[in-house]
């Protein structure tokens, strides 16, 4: 990550909430600023900055996070003002979050009850926040998917784009949940190119805990996997929410770098998911003066770090050419070369697509109905 950029006075609100989810650790130097200069600077800010720094917040999913960090680091100061705006939009974000994951616990439920075996993805990585759609994947049949969503919740299906029919996804409209649900359907990927992942996902989830209800999630390797897919391969930008989440996976140990390589190589995005744990590595570094701990055969495998990623529009982008680029490359190459053909060929049409996209962005103002 470059320093002079994430310190940039545009970036304020990306600082500080890095600085608030990314927290130092004993012994080491925070950067851009200590604790106490970091205090300050929460306790000067005025209700624009503190609303864009939510609104920031919000778009990174990171928002309870941050702010209890921010009501633990003031907790000591006589600020009710600024102590009231964090408590309202903490909790504000905490009953969204509440209403949300009870909708998404009885979908999974009724899906399961009804045989369609559903697993959560993406949607709980970033625990206790979540984020702005509910993810779940499923072998089960798209018409039999679509019919309990339309008969158990009154779903409607909302319009299609290109890009959501060639990766099989449809995505429901629920009255009472302000969120929508995404449903894969035997596919990953943005053009539902990656069927080795999605074969074996179901097969490696684990059960996990929350808010006491008990949910079906991708395993530890296939998160980290499915985030690459995502930002190396799709959005070409992260999330701070990624950084946060793959950072605390692997200082817990979660991470098993070897089934990780063993398990991306074989879906062809290995070299991806080693530059994916570098920037973040990098990026932690950055702000809590230490990376996560990285076997060699990553770093060696990594196309490049954190210095190429810079901060634009609300999110750390990653550059599309040449480096996304020769990473798309190399999993066409390995798709190719394991002669899954028809999974090549809907990759292949990933540049059109995206070209697609931005034209469409150019012309009408939005890319709807492309990507």
């Not at 309870?64 to 309202?88: K, Q």
């Not at 190396?232 to 930008?237: K, L, P, S, V």
């Not at 098993?256 to 990098?282: K, M, P």
């Amino acid at each position: 990550m470059n320093k002079t950029d994430a310190q940039h006075p545009s970036h304020k609100s990306l600082k500080l909430l890095s600085c608030l989810v990314l927290p130092c650790e004993n012994g080491l130097n925070r950067s851009p600023a200590d604790n106490q200069d970091l205090k300050q600077e929460l306790l000067n800010l005025s209700r624009h900055e503190f609303d864009d720094m939510v609104e920031l917040a919000s778009s990174n999913h990171v928002v309870v996070r941050g702010l209890e960090a921010f009501l633990d680091l003031v907790s000591d100061e006589d600020d009710p003002i600024r102590t009231d705006w964090a408590r309202t939009a903490l909790q504000n974000e905490r009953n969204r979050i509440a209403n949300a994951t009870s909708f998404l616990h009885k979908i999974y439920g009724e899906l399961d009850q009804r045989g369609c075996k559903v697993a959560v993805i993406k949607s709980l990585d970033h625990w206790p926040d979540l984020g702005s759609d509910l993810d779940l994947f499923t072998e089960a049949r798209a018409e039999d998917v679509i019919a309990v969503m339309e008969t158990a919740f009154g779903a409607r299906i909302a319009p299609r784009s290109w890009g959501d029919r060639l990766a099989r996804k449809w995505n429901f409209l629920v009255p009472g949940l302000p969120e929508a649900v995404e449903i894969h359907v035997g596919r990953l990927g943005q053009t539902g190119e990656q069927v080795t992942i999605a074969d074996a996902l179901m097969d490696r989830a684990r059960w996990i805990l929350i808010g006491g209800q008990s949910f079906r999630t991708a395993s530890v390797s296939d998160r980290v996997m499915i985030s690459t897919l995502q930002r190396m391969y799709r959005h070409f930008y992260f999330r701070l929410c990624d950084i946060v989440d793959t950072a605390a996976l692997a200082d817990t140990g979660n991470i098993d770098f070897e089934h990780l390589r063993a398990a991306s190589s074989i879906a062809g995005i290995w070299e991806g998911v080693a530059t994916y744990l570098v920037i973040v590595s990098d990026y932690a570094r950055c702000y809590r003066g230490k990376g996560i701990d990285l076997p060699r055969f990553v770093l060696e495998s990594a196309r490049f770090g954190g210095e190429q990623v810079y901060y634009a529009k609300s999110f750390l982008r990653i550059p599309i050419m040449p480096q996304s680029a020769r990473l798309y490359g190399s999993q066409l190459a390995g798709i190719i070369g394991r002669g899954e053909l028809h999974c090549g060929a809907r990759l292949s049409l990933l540049p059109w697509l995206a070209t697609a996209a931005v034209v469409g962005q150019k012309l009408t103002g939005s890319d709807k109905g492309i990507w």
